[in-house]
């Protein structure tokens, strides 16, 4: 059932409710594992959208500790950390998303970018 909740959430979306289909998925993510990747990006997307960063913040998290690798996920996830207040938590997804479990992350802009500053830091084998 979560790929239905989900796919629900979407089209009450699309269909220019997004309070209705926010509150479909907070009524419904008590009922989710970590691992319904889908549903959580789709939550911290819709909240992002409607302007609520500590909804965000949560729906991301659980999303990239789940193994995510959408580039915009992790973006998002540093930016919601460094504006409330958190920039360990930026720092470390950054370093997390140079990782090479991270590698795949789809967009492919974190590899390439200044590799020879990642590959000199003691935490990156």
Do not use: C
Not at 24 to 37: D, F, V
Not at 38 to 65: D, R
Not at 67 to 92: F, M, W
């Amino acid at each position: 059932l979560p790929e239905a909740t989900t796919h629900q959430a979407k089209l009450i979306w699309k269909n220019g409710q997004s309070e209705k289909a926010l509150a479909h998925l907070l009524s419904r993510k008590g009922n989710m594992t970590a691992k319904e990747t889908q549903f959580w990006e789709t939550l911290g997307e819709l909240s992002w959208e409607m302007k609520q960063p500590e909804q965000s913040l949560a729906a991301y998290s659980v999303a990239w500790k789940s193994g995510s690798t959408s580039v915009v996920l992790a973006e998002r996830l540093i930016q919601l950390n460094r504006d409330l207040g958190k920039p360990e938590e930026a720092i470390a997804t950054g370093e997390d998303a140079t990782r090479p479990n991270r590698q795949n992350l789809k967009g492919g802009r974190w590899r390439s970018r200044r590799p020879e500053r990642w590959a000199s830091t003691p935490s990156n084998p």
